[in-house]
Nanobody, 115 residues
Framework: VQLQASGGGWVQPGGSLRLSCAAS????????MGWYRQAPGKKREFVLF???????NYAASVKGRFSISRDNAKNTISLQMTSLKPEDTAVYYC??????????WGQGTQVTVSS
């Protein structure tokens, strides 16, 4: 499966940004999808994940600021980020997990939060 992430860019602290991840097949075929991020010099870290039945898990650092939505018709998930902070600066990766446990990753999109 191919995952195409888009929507990254530069934003000032306190601003908002929306990322999208388009899958090459129906997102209903996945057990869940979500986002990870990797800041310079740091390990890739979990951001949030939504299961096929709609349960969402958030990293503590983004809870209340980030949300995720699914568009089954467009085979797309979106990450809405608000109240962005400089520490949110990272490359954001879309992630999908199949029902057999197979894992797929998108190519990453850069988000930069600075004044």
């Amino acid at each position: 499966v191919q995952l195409q992430a888009s929507g990254g860019g530069w934003v000032q602290p306190g601003g908002s940004l929306r990322l999208s991840c388009a899958a090459s097949r129906s997102i209903s075929s996945f057990a869940g999808m979500g986002w990870y991020r990797q800041a310079p010099g740091k390990k890739r870290e979990f951001v949030l994940f939504v299961t096929a039945d709609g349960n969402i898990n958030y990293a503590a650092s983004v809870k209340g600021r980030f949300s995720i939505s699914r568009d089954n018709a467009k085979n797309t998930i979106s990450l809405q980020m608000t109240s962005l902070k400089p520490e949110d600066t990272a490359v954001y990766y879309c992630h999908a997990v199949g029902y057999s446990g197979e894992s797929s990753w998108g190519q990453g999109t850069q988000v930069t939060v600075s004044s």
